[in-house]
């Protein structure tokens, strides 16, 4: 997954930097699904891992310094974003998966 430099734009723009919290979900569309009927599914699984808040004061702060282009500040942040996603998907299909089968053991017993 890329992720667009938006992300990074509303943290390096920001006025006042804000505390980022890394999230990842799986089986959203399970219970929501984007086809119609567009109706809530109830007994689905979802699973969300949330990570570690991610502050950028220091890095926008020291880049800006460093006379470092918009650009490039933008895509530094969303680089450190995107990097802890993946970190957070990985963890979070675990959990996903752990979650589906403890469905299926306890089912068969």
Known sequence: MRLKWGVGRLVAEADICPLVVPLYHIGMDDVLPNVEPYAL???????????????????VEEMK????????????????IQNELYKL???????????????SSSSSS
Do not use: M
Not at 41 to 59: A, M, N, R, T
Not at 65 to 80: F, G, H, N, W
Not at 89 to 103: A, M, Y
């Open 41 to 59: 599914q109830i007994g689905k699984k979802v699973s969300i891992y949330v990570g570690e808040p991610l502050i950028f004061d220091g890095l």
């Open 89 to 103: 998907k990985v963890k979070c299909e675990e959990l996903h998966r752990q979650h589906l089968g403890s469905d």
């Open 65 to 80: 310094k460093e006379k470092r282009s918009l650009q490039e500040i933008r895509k530094a942040v969303t680089d450190i």
